[in-house]
């Protein structure tokens, strides 16, 4: 495959959580195009399992869609330099209420590979305990449990279709079906 060249990087507009550029590129065939850029710094999402099996929720007002969804815990890192699992801890315990010091990468997803980095690293949690919910000031969440076959028939029925939910959702029952496998 032949190489894109990027001429040029524009930076046309810094937000609170995005950066968007725009990019002059050379294409293989000798054409150039001007293409749209958004970097993210990442962000991290946790699959907090309560001891019962159930999974929990957040359900939180999204302005890009004028409506409230259903999601797993997630948030961006503070700093680029964060280390996911930190900010993964971190948004657990301020969305839901609930910590865990016993969390395991799931997978990696990139959440809009077409003209977007942002690169979200989503966990496992479990051994949950409960604390407080710690929400930012412009946040109003409510925690919901739910079973895993309940989540799943919800992604099917596209019911829920948040990428990084359905990824982690869906990694989550992979996992357990090879763990009950071997």
Known sequence: MEKVERLKRELAYTGTVLKVYKDT????????????????????AVVPVRDDGKILMVRQYRNALDR????????????????????????LE???????????????????VAFCDEQIEIYLAKDLTATKQNLDEDEEIDVEAYTLDELCGMIFRRELRDSKTVAGILAYQAKLQAENKG
């Open 94 to 112: 301020e969305e839901t209420g609930y910590r865990s010091d016993h969390l395991e990468l799931l997978i990696t997803v990139n959440t809009t």
């Open 25 to 44: 590129v050379q294409v293989p065939n000798g054409n150039r195009a001007v293409w749209d850029y958004i970097h993210h710094d990442g962000a991290a």
């Open 68 to 91: 409230f969804t259903l999601e797993l815990p997630a948030g961006k890192v503070d700093e680029p330099d964060e280390p996911r699992i930190e900010c993964a801890k971190r948004e």
